[in-house]
C-alpha cells in the first residue's frame, strides 16, 4: 500500500499505545511484519518544555524506519513547535495526531478524543502542521454515534491537508468496551481520497482479512491484541497471504519474545525493571494458568526471578 509517498510491503500498522509501544516493542513487531510503527502518545507540551522521559518515547533507530510519532495536545501553535523539534531530532515519517485517545486524563486537557467537538479546532491543528513543517501529517480519531457528524470530521481532516486517517470504531463513552464498528471507516474510506486506516477488534487473521474486505480501507491497525503477542503481525500476513491459520506453540513463542524483548530494552538503554515486571504479565496472555502465573510475578522482586518464572511458564515449574 501506499500512505505518504512511502510505498509499504503490506497494509500492517502498530497502533500507538501508551505504556507499550516503546522502541523494544516496536522493533518486535517490526521484525513479524508491521509495516509501520507508531510511537507511544507524546504530549507536544512537554516536548517543547524538553522532558527527557517525553523525548525518549520518539526514539529510534535505523532498523525501525519507517516510524511515525503521534503527538496529541490542544494548541496549533504548540503541536507545531513540538512537530518541528520532533522532525528534527527522529525525522519520522509521519507525524500523527491523537484525535481519539478516551482517558480521563487526556480529555480532561481537552486533548485526544475531546478535540473532536471542534472541527474547526482540529482543522486548525492540521492546516497549522502542514503549513509549517515538513513531514506528512495523519490523525487517529474515534467516532460519534452519529455517522454525519464523524464523515463531517473527517472531511475536515483530508481538507486541512492530512496524508491519511486511522479510525477506531469506537465512540469515546465506549472507551475499549462493546464492538468496534467497522462501518464508520467503509463510509470515510468512500468519502476521502486520502488513505484510510481501520482501527478496533482486529485481533487475528481472520477479523483482520474481514475488515480490509469489508471497509475497503488501505491499511488495518493493531493494537491491543498485539501487547503481549508481537507475532501476531506474522500470523495475520500469513492468513492474508495463505488463508490459513499458522501452527505454533504461543507459549514458548511468547516466552521466546518476552526474552528477547529484554535484550531490546537493553540494547536501546531504556532498561526500567517496572516495564519489564508490567510487560512480563502481557506476555502470559493467552496461557495456561496465567493468572497464576501473573501472582508469581507480582512477587518477583528482581530481573532474575521475572526471567525464572517466564522460563517455568510452558513447563508449569513457575
Known amino acids: 500500500m501506499k500512505i505518504a509517498n512511502l510505498s509499504l510491503p503490506n497494509p500492517l500498522f502498530l497502533a500507538p499505545m501508551a505504556n507499550v509501544t516503546n522502541l523494544a516493542f516496536r522493533m518486535l513487531c517490526k521484525k513479524y511484519?508491521?509495516?509501520?510503527?507508531?510511537?507511544?502518545?507524546?504530549?507536544?507540551?512537554?516536548?517543547?518544555?524538553?522532558?527527557?522521559?517525553?523525548?525518549?518515547?520518539g526514539m529510534t533507530c535505523e532498523d525501525e524506519q519507517p516510524?511515525?510519532?503521534?503527538?496529541?495536545?490542544?494548541?496549533?501553535?504548540?503541536?507545531?513547535?513540538?512537530?518541528?523539534?520532533?522532525?528534527?531530532?527522529?525525522?519520522?515519517?509521519?507525524?500523527?495526531?491523537?484525535?481519539?485517545?478516551?482517558?480521563?486524563?487526556?480529555?480532561?486537557?481537552?486533548?485526544?478524543?475531546?478535540?473532536l467537538k471542534s472541527p474547526s479546532l482540529v482543522?486548525?491543528?492540521?492546516?497549522?502542521?502542514?503549513?509549517?513543517?515538513?513531514?506528512?501529517?495523519?490523525?487517529?480519531?474515534?467516532?460519534?454515534?452519529d455517522m454525519e457528524k464523524t464523515l463531517e470530521i473527517a472531511r475536515t481532516i483530508e481538507d486541512a491537508g492530512a496524508c491519511a486517517i486511522t479510525v477506531h470504531g469506537r465512540t469515546r463513552a465506549q472507551m475499549y468496551s462493546g464492538t468496534s464498528s467497522l462501518e464508520y471507516a467503509k463510509a470515510i474510506k468512500k468519502e476521502l481520497a486520502i488513505p484510510v486506516i481501520a482501527n478496533g477488534d482486529i485481533k487475528d487473521g481472520e477479523s483482520a482479512k474481514h475488515a480490509l474486505e469489508y471497509t475497503g480501507c488501505d491499511g488495518i491497525m493493531i493494537g491491543r491484541a498485539a501487547i503481549g503477542h508481537p507475532y501476531i503481525f506474522r500470523e495475520i500476513a500469513h492468513y492474508l497471504g495463505n488463508g490459513e491459520s499458522l501452527e505454533i506453540d504461543h507459549c514458548t513463542q511468547q516466552v521466546n519474545d518476552f526474552m528477547e524483548y529484554i535484550e531490546l530494552l537493553?540494547?536501546?538503554?531504556?532498561?526500567?525493571?517496572?516495564?519489564i515486571k508490567a510487560q512480563s504479565k502481557a506476555f502470559t496472555k493467552g496461557v495456561a494458568e496465567s493468572r497464576h502465573i501473573r501472582e508469581k510475578l507480582n512477587d518477583a522482586k528482581n530481573l532474575g526471578s521475572i526471567i525464572n518464572v517466564m522460563n517455568g511458564m510452558c513447563d508449569g515449574t513457575y
Open 67 to 115: 516510524f511515525c510519532i503521534q503527538i496529541f495536545g490542544n494548541s496549533p501553535d504548540t503541536i507545531t513547535e513540538a512537530a518541528l523539534i520532533l522532525e528534527e531530532i527522529y525525522r519520522p515519517v509521519i507525524i500523527d495526531i491523537n484525535m481519539g485517545c478516551p482517558a480521563p486524563l487526556i480529555v480532561k486537557q481537552e486533548c485526544g478524543s475531546a478535540l
Open 123 to 145: 482543522h486548525d491543528i492540521i492546516s497549522h502542521l502542514t503549513n509549517n513543517i515538513s513531514t506528512p501529517v495523519s490523525a487517529k480519531i474515534r467516532v460519534f454515534d
Open 33 to 57: 511484519g508491521a509495516s509501520l510503527t507508531y510511537s507511544e502518545m507524546i504530549s507536544a507540551t512537554a516536548v517543547v518544555r524538553q522532558g527527557e522521559k517525553t523525548m525518549q518515547r
Open 266 to 275: 537493553e540494547k536501546y538503554d531504556i532498561f526500567s525493571l517496572g516495564d
